[in-house]
């Protein structure tokens, strides 16, 4: 753990996740009118809650199984936000460069997640 962290924002995960969930916002911007209430709700959606659920973790800091259940439900948003890019590069809104890119930045927070929950003891309030 490093640096103190005093809050959620100063997570490296939940920073990596904010700028994906912005990356994937300005993307998305591109697409086209007819996925307004479809893909593009979707993924802004599971980006932003991977966001959300890593701040509600660190609230649940006293409770080990709740903190690990909130890591969980962040994993699997993280997954995915990884099918709905997949989803884009196989409609043509992004390019594979691009989607290479956020998949891999996917992984490296779900690695990250991983990690948390694998040393959960680490995180909790005691």
Same mark, same amino acid.
């Given at each position: 753990m490093g640096d103190k962290i005093n809050s959620f924002r100063d997570?490296?995960?939940y920073q990596n996740a904010m700028n994906n969930a912005m990356k994937i916002f300005e993307i998305t911007k591109t697409f086209p009118p007819e996925e307004k209430y479809s893909l593009v709700d979707q993924v802004r959606r599971s980006s932003r809650?991977?966001?959300?659920? +890593?701040?509600? !973790?660190? &609230?649940?800091?006293?409770?080990?199984? /709740?903190?690990?259940a909130k890591l969980s439900d962040a994993e699997?948003?993280?997954?995915?936000?990884?099918?709905? +890019?997949?989803? !884009?590069? &196989?409609?043509?809104?992004?390019?594979? /460069?691009m989607a290479?890119?956020?998949?891999?930045?996917?992984?490296?927070?779900?690695a990250q997640i991983v990690i948390?929950?694998?040393?959960?003891?680490?995180?909790?309030?005691?």
């Open positions: 997570l490296y995960v809650s991977v966001c959300a659920n +890593i701040a509600e !973790s660190w &609230r649940k800091r006293r409770y080990k199984n /709740a903190f690990i699997s948003e993280a997954g995915e936000t990884q099918v709905w +890019i997949d989803f !884009s590069l &196989r409609c043509g809104y992004i390019g594979s /460069a290479d890119d956020l998949s891999q930045e996917y992984e490296h927070i779900i948390m929950i694998r040393d959960n003891e680490k995180w909790l309030i005691k």
